[in-house]
């Protein structure tokens, strides 16, 4: 345990974003499983909105530190491609 005041001030700010981090992590998590959902199931319509969305979470997440730019940048790639395999 830290005993000087600021390393117990940087504990508790840790702590608000690592919770902020894993919230955003669960979020991005479960609007990819829809995504993969839709896509599997066929409706291309849904599947389009939902990529959308789960890209522009995805972007913000990077723009927020919580990934890496490079690693938004490339699970976009690969989702999107996905998407356009199965439209053809």
């Known amino acids: 345990m830290a005993n000087i005041k ?6 508790n700010v840790i702590n608000k974003k690592t919770a902020v981090n894993k919230s955003r ?16 199931s066929g409706d291309k319509a849904t599947a389009e909105q939902r990529m959308q969305y789960f890209e522009k979470k995805m972007a913000q997440a990077a723009a927020k530190g919580t990934f890496h730019a490079n690693a938004a940048s490339r699970k976009i790639s690969r989702l999107r491609k996905k998407l356009n395999a199965a439209a053809e």
């Open 6 to 11: 600021s390393a117990k001030k940087r504990i």
């Open 25 to 40: 992590k669960s979020a991005l998590k479960t609007a990819e499983k829809k995504y993969l959902e839709a896509l599997a």
